[in-house]
């Protein structure tokens, strides 16, 4: 046989035993190890040709009877011998010098000490060999364990979260022989030098001596739950590592399943850190939306738009026209649209959504049954500066959507909104709120009439990656050599990804009765200038600022632009949301009738379109948008609320 061939069947061997059938080999061979420690003393002082009496006899038999409790007490079979550190010298050291003492101890006691029993060098030349052989025994099985040829390939690797995900894809890396797992990490205390199958758990602290005794090549993040600012500062504290982290992506199916695929395990990414764990949608409420169905996407083009063209295409729609005022954005969409022209017809429709006999057209011809208005113009800084296109496109252009659907007996209309739509401080977040206003509005009258239609909207945050968002900008500035932009130090943002946002609405869509305006699970908002810090930590740099003037990329503060604020939100009263079905979906209880003095403010806004200046159409805008929302089911009805800004801006 081949020291190859032994090796592996080793390491078969090895992997095939129980841990007690192990601890209990380590016994045995201690007891061989020590009997043989004690009988070489006696040669090595007496003479290679000495013959052992019945007392001498005795005390090399005594001799593991004594030490093994003494290795039990001390943890010595505890440890897992593959991961076994240096450390360990120590310890072994202690308990061969204790048990040594016990022995001599035992001796002299009997009447056996000195002469013929036991000589006074005796038990300094037991507990030497004791002490080589027992740790010599232990590293050579280290050795052996991790330089068997089934694992010299693969890499050397720690899982960094040691619950239920964790172990599971430790078990499925090493069943499809993708890496070597010589480790867990976990901030749990209580699982520090723990072994899970056969695996140690270290703390967190214990970290770069691990890497570096144990030859770590790679880390890998597997912790779901965590909350963002937590992965993101474990991932910041790994990248100061020499190893390559990769982490288990949140939308991974194999934590909900326990079956992992290695090759979806990805390179660190900062969106996966932002990304939360997943809960799997529910299928049969997408495709009651979806499938067999006729469907119209305004901003089609868009992060959001283009998303949900994609879900779309995947869950068999008997049509869908997708419409945006973008050439080159509906033309990129389009050709990702893996099932379009083959599964079902798709038609492109460049136009705007103010364009009413453009609207009505699409809509009356193609008999549309569900609509996902996502065309707005989502910038707050910029349609700060286009107040009027801004008004017209996100105001008139829903409104024009809206009432087109509804007189065309669409049955389901989906409004994308934002958090910025609560307690508006930008013409953005205002006009966003008018929107929800308006498909209220719709939505009442729908009820009314009894036609049967759902007009709902859905509040949520910032998802992850999408156009013009902080992420993508901080990546730019950090490959530029920096500065790194803040607006403020304290301003915080919630942020989802685009695919869990986007299949969160389509199943509001499905939960909606009509009227209601749907609200994301958004977590924990995350602080903009921690994401910062930590961003410039994974690329491997380090923040320059006044604690540490020789850094590489400074974070400049540059101030809240007009409109912007330090935190949104996503609901007027913590108090004032329902649950739903769906865990990750809430419903906002309808505490106003603002609704009901919505054909005024639009009145007022049209002719301010044409006779007033930006600045007055601004203040119109937020102040009518304020009012409406004090309108509280209290008795007072926003329709005969005197509306002094109105008459203001109309000239009357």
Same mark, same amino acid.
């Given at each position: 046989?081949?020291?190859?061939?032994?090796?592996?069947?080793?390491?078969?061997?090895?992997?095939?035993?129980?841990?007690?059938?192990?601890?209990?080999?380590?016994?045995?061979?201690?007891?061989?190890?020590?009997?043989?420690?004690?009988?070489?003393? +006696?040669?090595?002082?007496?003479?290679?040709?000495?013959?052992?009496?019945?007392?001498?006899?005795?005390?090399?038999?005594?001799?593991?009877?004594?030490?093994?409790? /003494?290795?039990?007490?001390?943890?010595?079979?505890?440890?897992?011998?593959? $991961?076994?550190?240096?450390? &360990?010298?120590?310890?072994?050291?202690?308990?061969?010098?204790?048990?040594?003492?016990?022995?001599?101890?035992?001796?002299?006691?009997?009447?056996? $000490?000195?002469?013929?029993?036991?000589?006074?060098?005796?038990?300094?030349?037991?507990?030497?060999?004791?002490?080589?052989?027992?740790?010599?025994?232990?590293?050579?099985?280290?050795?052996?364990?991790? !330089?068997?040829?089934?694992?010299?390939?693969?890499?050397?690797?720690?899982? $960094?979260?040691?619950?239920?995900?964790?172990?599971?894809?430790?078990?499925?890396?090493?069943?499809?022989? #993708?890496?070597?797992?010589?480790?867990?990490?976990?901030?749990?205390?209580?699982?520090?030098?723990?072994?899970?199958?056969?695996?140690?758990?270290?703390? =967190?602290?214990?970290?770069?001596?691990?890497?570096?005794?144990?030859?770590?090549?790679?880390?890998?993040?597997?912790?779901?739950?965590?909350?963002?600012?937590?992965?993101?500062?474990?991932?910041?504290?790994?990248?100061?590592? =020499?190893?390559?982290?990769?982490?288990?992506?949140?939308?991974?199916?194999?934590?909900?399943?326990?079956?992992?695929?290695?090759?979806?395990?990805?390179?660190?990414?900062?969106?996966?850190? *932002?990304?939360?764990?997943?809960?799997? =949608?529910?299928?049969?409420?997408?495709?009651?939306?979806?499938?067999?169905?006729?469907?119209?996407?305004?901003?089609?083009?868009?992060?959001?738009?283009?998303?949900?063209?994609?879900?779309?295409?995947?869950?068999?729609?008997?049509?869908?026209?997708? /419409?945006?005022?973008?050439?080159?954005?509906?033309?990129?969409?389009?050709?990702?649209?893996?099932?379009?022209?083959?599964?079902? =017809?798709?038609?492109?429709?460049?136009?705007?959504? /103010?364009? @009413?006999?453009?609207?009505?057209?699409?809509?009356?011809?193609?008999?549309?049954?569900?609509?996902?208005?996502?065309?707005? +113009?989502?910038?707050?800084?910029?349609?700060?500066?286009?107040?009027?296109?801004?008004?017209?496109?996100?105001?008139?252009?829903?409104?024009?959507?809206?009432?087109?659907?509804?007189?065309?007996?669409?049955?389901?209309?989906?409004?994308?909104?934002?958090?910025?739509?609560?307690?508006?401080?930008?013409?953005?977040?205002?006009?966003?709120?008018?929107?929800?206003?308006?498909?209220?509005?719709?939505?009442?009258?729908?009820?009314?009439?009894?036609?049967?239609?759902?007009?709902?909207?859905?509040?949520?945050?910032?998802?992850?990656?999408?156009?013009?968002?902080?992420?993508?900008?901080?990546?730019?500035?950090?490959?530029?050599?920096?500065?790194?932009?803040?607006?403020?130090?304290? /301003?915080?943002? +919630?942020?989802?990804?685009?695919?869990?946002?986007? @299949?969160?609405?389509?199943?509001?869509?499905?939960?909606?009765?009509?009227?209601?305006?749907?609200?994301?699970?958004?977590?924990?908002? *995350?602080? *903009?200038?921690?994401?910062?810090?930590?961003?410039?930590?994974?690329?491997?740099?380090?923040?320059?600022? @006044?604690?540490?003037?020789?850094?590489?990329?400074?974070?400049?503060?540059?101030?809240?632009?007009?409109?912007?604020?330090?935190?949104?939100?996503?609901? +007027?009263?913590?108090?004032?949301?329902?649950?739903?079905?769906?865990?990750?979906?809430?419903? &906002?209880?309808?505490?106003?009738?603002? !609704?009901?003095?919505?054909?005024?403010?639009?009145?007022?806004?049209?002719?301010?379109?044409?006779?007033?200046? #930006?600045?007055?159409?601004?203040?119109?805008?937020?102040?009518?948008?304020?009012?409406?929302?004090?309108?509280?089911?209290?008795?007072?009805?926003?329709?005969?609320?005197?509306?002094?800004?109105? &008459?203001?801006?109309?000239?009357?």
């Amino acid at each position: 046989m081949t020291s190859i061939d032994f090796l592996k069947r080793l390491e078969r061997t090895a992997n095939r035993m129980s841990r007690r059938e192990k601890q209990l080999l380590q016994v045995l061979l201690d007891v061989v190890i020590l009997m043989g420690a004690a009988a070489c003393a +006696y040669l090595l002082r007496l003479g290679f040709g000495h013959q052992f009496n019945l007392n001498q006899i005795t005390m090399i038999v005594v001799a593991p009877v004594i030490a093994i409790p /003494v290795f039990v007490r001390l943890g010595l079979y505890r440890a897992v011998l593959r $991961y076994l550190p240096e450390r &360990a010298l120590l310890t072994i050291f202690r308990a061969v010098v204790l048990a040594t003492l016990v022995w001599t101890a035992v001796a002299f006691f009997t009447g056996s $000490y000195g002469g013929d029993g036991v000589p006074r060098t005796i038990p300094f030349l037991y507990g030497m060999l004791a002490f080589v052989t027992v740790s010599l025994s232990r590293f050579t099985a280290k050795w052996l364990l991790l !330089h068997a040829p089934a694992k010299r390939n693969l890499r050397r690797t720690l899982i $960094y979260g040691a619950g239920k995900t964790g172990t599971q894809l430790a078990r499925a890396l090493a069943d499809a022989e #993708e890496a070597n797992v010589l480790g867990f990490v976990d901030d749990d205390r209580e699982m520090h030098g723990r072994d899970i199958g056969g695996i140690r758990v270290y703390s =967190p602290k214990q970290l770069e001596g691990v890497v570096t005794n144990l030859g770590i090549e790679e880390i890998i993040l597997s912790i779901p739950a965590a909350s963002s600012s937590t992965k993101l500062k474990i991932a910041a504290q790994l990248s100061r590592l =020499p190893v390559t982290v990769r982490a288990l992506p949140y939308r991974s199916s194999g934590t909900n399943t326990g079956r992992f695929d290695a090759s979806s395990l990805e390179k660190l990414d900062i969106s996966e850190l *932002i990304g939360r764990s997943m809960i799997p =949608p529910d299928q049969s409420l997408i495709e009651s939306v979806i499938r067999g169905r006729r469907i119209l996407i305004t901003g089609a083009g868009g992060s959001i738009g283009s998303q949900l063209a994609r879900l779309v295409d995947a869950n068999g729609p008997r049509e869908v026209i997708l /419409v945006d005022s973008s050439e080159y954005a509906l033309f990129e969409v389009s050709r990702t649209l893996t099932n379009a022209g083959q599964c079902y =017809p798709v038609h492109r429709q460049l136009g705007s959504v /103010v364009n @009413e006999r453009f609207v009505r057209r699409l809509m009356e011809q193609n008999r549309i049954d569900v609509v996902f208005h996502a065309a707005a +113009y989502k910038h707050v800084h910029l349609v700060e500066q286009n107040v009027r296109e801004g008004i017209r496109n996100n105001i008139f252009g829903t409104e024009v959507v809206a009432r087109v659907a509804f007189e065309s007996g669409v049955d389901k209309f989906v409004f994308i909104s934002t958090d910025k739509a609560v307690n508006p401080t930008s013409v953005m977040g205002a006009t966003k709120r008018m929107g929800e206003l308006i498909v209220r509005r719709y939505a009442d009258e729908a009820e009314e009439k009894g036609t049967g239609q759902d007009f709902l909207a859905v509040r949520f945050g910032n998802v992850i990656g999408s156009s013009g968002s902080v992420i993508p900008l901080f990546t730019r500035q950090i490959e530029a050599g920096g500065p790194v932009t803040v607006t403020d130090r304290h /301003v915080t943002r +919630y942020f989802m990804a685009i695919s869990e946002a986007v @299949e969160l609405i389509v199943q509001s869509a499905a939960l909606s009765r009509g009227g209601e305006t749907f609200l994301l699970d958004m977590g924990e908002p *995350i602080s *903009i200038y921690e994401l910062a810090r930590d961003m410039i930590a994974l690329s491997g740099r380090r923040v320059r600022d @006044e604690a540490n003037p020789d850094g590489d990329i400074e974070i400049e503060i540059i101030g809240l632009r007009p409109g912007e604020k330090l935190h949104e939100e996503l609901w +007027y009263d913590t108090g004032s949301t329902i649950p739903t079905r769906h865990p990750k979906i809430m419903m &906002a209880k309808r505490l106003t009738n603002a !609704h009901l003095g919505i054909d005024d403010i639009l009145s007022g806004l049209r002719k301010g379109l044409e006779e007033k200046d #930006e600045t007055e159409l601004r203040s119109f805008l937020l102040e009518e948008t304020a009012r409406l929302n004090r309108a509280h089911l209290d008795g007072r009805d926003s329709r005969v609320i005197p509306l002094a800004s109105a &008459a203001k801006l109309s000239g009357r």
